[in-house]
Structure formats: C-alpha cells, structure tokens
C-alpha cells in the first residue's frame, strides 16, 4: 500500500523546461539555441548540486556568450516562462487528504527561491527535497533513498512521479513505485490503479 508520494517539480507541478528559458535567451539575444544550451547545461548541473552559485554561473556564461550580465535575465525570464499546472495541484489536495506529500527537485537555489515565493508557497507547506541542499541529483537512486530516509517511510510503499523517464527509472532502482507523467489526466488514470485517486481501489501496479 501506497503512504508516501514524491512529486517532481519542473515538468510536473510547474510547467517549465530549460528549453524555454534557451528559446527565449536566443530569440533576445540572436545566439544559436544549441550554443546557449551548450554552455547553460554543465552549469545548471552544477549550480544543481549545490556547487555553483548563481552569480558564478551567470558570470562565465555571460563571459562565454560575449553578452552583458543583464542580458540573461536568470530570475526574471523564469518568473516570466515558468507556469503553475493547478490541476497538477488540485491533484495534490486530494491526495493529502489520506498520503504524506512531498516534493524532489533538481533545482539551484535561485530557480528554489522563486518557485517557492511564486509557485508553491501559497499552495504548498509540504516538504521539498532540493538537489542543491541534498548535493545530489536524480536519477542517482541515492536522492531517492535519502528522501525515503528522511521521510520515515519504505521503499515499496513510495511512489515516485517526474516527466523524465530517466528520473523515474532511477526510482525504480530504487526500489520505488513510479509514474512517468505526461499530463494530468493520465496522472489521475495512473493513480487509480494504484487505488489513490478516483475511488478505485485498483491492485498496485508495478513496473
């Protein structure tokens, strides 16, 4: 039986993906998406884990890009792009009522400041597991682990929920149940048969 459930965030609950952020920096700055992204992704890894500091960050990659600091707009065009899905978190409502929620992100700190300030704080007081405190990322199925750990609960009786298949497979080395999600209406077919959404008292399924 199902106890504790493990929200992603980017993707899932908050609708926004690096490659929006890229798009937008190209379509400002007229520098190829595929330079931008390849520059932005060692660094956001990094700034992930906790290991570098947004000024640091927007500091080589404004170097590298031959732009001005200003230019890259970090917060504002994440502020700007980024959406709250509210039937994603009509879902988690329902789901509190009976399960422990919690969420699990690779985010950097900044990215955590303002997803919590404008994002989640006025319909969240949950827990949210970040990779840049943690100092690990997923799909390492140690982050998993350290949640579960934190948490009180067991593998087996944790779902797992992300859009990035990677990120769910990690879970599942886990030990961990898990759903790939791709929008919320299949999130709530996918909980069912799991017996926590909807009212059908579905078998577990695995896999």
Known sequence: MIKLVIFDIGGVIVDFWEELYYDYLSGKTGIKKTEIKKIFEPLIVR????????????????????????????????????KTNFEVVDIIKKLRKRYTVVMLSNIGRSRLNITRRYFVNKKWDGKIFASCNIGMRKPDPKIYRYVIRKMHAVAEETLFIDNMRENVEGAKKAGLQSIVFKNSMQLKMDLATYGLFGGYDGHRRHG
């Open 47 to 82: 700034s992930e884990f906790g290991t570098l500091r947004q000024s640091d960050m927007e500091h080589i990659a404004s170097t590298r890009l031959g732009i001005p600091h200003s230019h890259l707009e970090w917060n504002n065009a994440y502020k700007h792009l980024a």
